[in-house]
């Protein structure tokens, strides 16, 4: 199953694209062997701030026909083997394609929300849009990892 971070923002920060990288060429290299991978990072930036311009673009960077994961405040609180598990049953059923939306600053629209096939939570707490990435990054190498037999708590 291939995996479309389509996120809003362009990453500038050396650290966060460092960090970023890093999970994710782990989670290609272990992810490859369960079925999972490779992630391919879709950026969108709309020239006016707003959600439904940056929904329009996200809608663009999402491949026709993939499973859609929103990172939500409003979504669903999982461990981190609830989530392996979860990747792992969408894999086993099939899809092609998991397109994970991060939104901008003031969130994901409502219409593409309402959209989603499921939406997931990082907790009741609001992060920043760029930190997302590196902890949904760091989530999908954990899960591979969890897949894989390996200890989820020690990667």
């Known amino acids: 199953m291939r995996v479309h ?5 362009r990453l500038r920060q050396r650290a966060e694209r460092d960090l970023i990288t890093d999970y994710l060429e782990r989670f290609d290299k272990s992810g490859r062997a369960l079925g999972l991978g490779p992630v391919k990072v879709h950026e969108v930036e709309a020239k ?3 959600m439904a311009e940056e929904a329009v673009l996200l809608r663009r960077a999402i491949p026709q026909g993939s499973l859609l994961l929103t990172l939500d405040e409003r979504g669903q609180v999982m ?3 609830q989530f392996a598990d979860k990747l792992g049953d969408w894999r086993d059923q099939g899809r092609g394609d998991l397109a994970i939306v991060i939104g901008g600053a003031d969130g994901i629209d409502p219409a593409l929300r309402a959209e989603a096939d499921f939406s997931l939570s990082f907790g009741k707490m609001v992060w920043p849009h760029m930190l997302v990435r590196v902890m949904i990054a760091e989530q999908l190498y954990r899960a591979a990892n969890i897949l894989s037999g390996g200890p989820y708590h020690r990667v």
């Open 5 to 9: 971070l389509c996120v809003v923002g």
């Open 48 to 50: 006016k701030s707003g």
């Open 79 to 81: 461990t981190s083997p």
